[in-house]
C-alpha cells in the first residue's frame, strides 16, 4: 500500500465545480464549501487550469493558509508538451494560486487528446517532467487519464507520483467510449505494481450517484453535463433509477448513497484519495463518514447484483464526449496561460 504524503488526506476536494463546471458559483459560496471541506479534515485540493475561473478562486480563498493543504494543478494540451510551455502553464498556475510552488503536477491528458500535435518522444517529455520537478515549483509529478503504455513510457523514464483516472460504481472503464481507459482492469493494477498513487476523481459520476432526482431534470448549457448522454433521455432516467435502488440499500445500513459512492472507492486498497467535487458546505456534509465505511465482500456482491439491472440503453450512454468542445477555447487559453506567465 502507497503511503500517503503529509497534509494528502484521503478525502479530497476537486476544484472543477468551484469554478462554475456545474453551474454559477458565487466567490462566497466557493469560500464556504473550501472552508467547510478544511472544517471536515479535507487538506488534499485539486485543481486545473481549465477548470475556469477555479485557480483565482483557491488562490484568494487560500491566501495565508496555503500550507494546510496538499494541492494539486494541470496542464492541458493545448500545446505540445515541451519544456517550455509545461514552464509557463506551470507558471500561470502558481500565479493565479498565489503560490510558489504545488506539492503535485499533472499531466492532464494525453498530448493528442483534442488537438493533433506530433507527440513529443516519451523520453524527451520524461526530462521535461524531472525538470519540472527539480526547480522545486512542483513537489511532485503526476498524470491523468493516460492509458498504461504512455503511463509506462514516463514512469519508466521519471519519477511519478500518481495517476488520476475517472473511477466510480458505474465508471470501471468497461465503457463502450475511446475516451474512456480501462481502469479497474489495467491502470489500477499498473499502479499498485510499481508504487503509483492512483487518485479517482467523480466518484459521485457527476450527480448521478445521488438519490432522490428528478428523472425530468433538465441541466442548463452552463452546466457541462447539458452536453453528455449519460443525462438526457432515455438513458439519465435509468440511472436515477438505479441510484434510487443504491440509495435504499445503502439507507437500510444507516448511510446515504453518497456515502456509499465514495466507500466503494476507498475499499480497492490501491486507491489513495478520493477527490469529492462539492460546490456547497452541504455537499462537503454529505460525504461525512464515507472513509470510515469499510464495505464487505457480501455487501460489494450485493451492490453488482444492484448494477446488473441497469439496462443496456443506460450503459451504452457515454460519460465523456468532446463534441460540444470549442475549439477556441484553446486559444483563449493559451492567451491567458502565456498573459499570466510573461
Known amino acids: 500500500m502507497i503511503e500517503r504524503p503529509d497534509k494528502m488526506s484521503r478525502l479530497g476536494l476537486g476544484g472543477y465545480p468551484l469554478g462554475g463546471g456545474y453551474g454559477n458559483v458565487s466567490l462566497d459560496q466557493a469560500r464556504a464549501t473550501v472552508d467547510a471541506a478544511l472544517d471536515r479534515g479535507f487538506t488534499f485540493v485539486d485543481t486545473a487550469e481549465t477548470y475556469l475561473d477555479s485557480e483565482e478562486r483557491l488562490g484568494a480563498i487560500l491566501k495565508g493558509r496555503r500550507d494546510r493543504v496538499f494541492l494539486a494543478t494541470k496542464a492541458f494540451p493545448s500545446e505540445p508538451y515541451s519544456l517550455d510551455n509545461l514552464r509557463a502553464a506551470l507558471d500561470g498556475s502558481l500565479r493565479r494560486l498565489q503560490t510558489d510552488r504545488v506539492d503535485l503536477y499533472q499531466l492532464h491528458g494525453p498530448e493528442t487528446w483534442l488537438m493533433d500535435f506530433d507527440r513529443t518522444p516519451p523520453e524527451e517529455l520524461a526530462d521535461c517532467l524531472t525538470q519540472l520537478r527539480e526547480s522545486g515549483k512542483a513537489l511532485r509529478i503526476g498524470v491523468c487519464n493516460l492509458p498504461v503504455p504512455e503511463l509506462d513510457a514516463l514512469a519508466s523514464r521519471t519519477q511519478l507520483f500518481s495517476t488520476q483516472n475517472l473511477y466510480s460504481l458505474i465508471d470501471r ?3 463502450p467510449d475511446r475516451l474512456h481507459l480501462a ?15 492512483f487518485i479517482a476523481y467523480s466518484p459521485l459520476s457527476r450527480g448521478l450517484l445521488v438519490g432522490g432526482q428528478d428523472p425530468n431534470r433538465q441541466f442548463p448549457p452552463d452546466d457541462e453535463r447539458h452536453y453528455l448522454p449519460r443525462y438526457k433521455s432515455p438513458a439519465f432516467e435509468h440511472y436515477v ?7 435504499e440499500w445503502a439507507l437500510e445500513r444507516g448511510r446515504t448513497l ?7 472507492t ?9 477527490l469529492i467535487g462539492a460546490k456547497s458546505p452541504e455537499q462537503i456534509d454529505a460525504v461525512a463518514g464515507a472513509d470510515e465505511w469499510a464495505l464487505t465482500e457480501a455487501e460489494l456482491a450485493e451492490i453488482d447484483e444492484l448494477l446488473a439491472q441497469l439496462p443496456q440503453v443506460a450503459k451504452d450512454a457515454k460519460m465523456v464526449v468532446w463534441d460540444h468542445f470549442d475549439v477556441s477555447a484553446i486559444d483563449r487559453l493559451i492567451e491567458r496561460r502565456y498573459a499570466l506567465s510573461s
Open 241 to 247: 433509477a438505479l441510484a434510487d435502488r443504491l440509495h
Open 173 to 175: 472503464g468497461d465503457e
Open 258 to 264: 453518497t456515502q456509499l459512492a465514495i466507500a466503494w
Open 266 to 274: 476507498l475499499q480497492n486498497p490501491a486507491v489513495v484519495s478520493t
Open 183 to 197: 481502469v479497474e482492469s489495467e491502470v489500477i493494477p499498473y499502479a499498485a505494481e510499481h508504487a503509483i498513487a
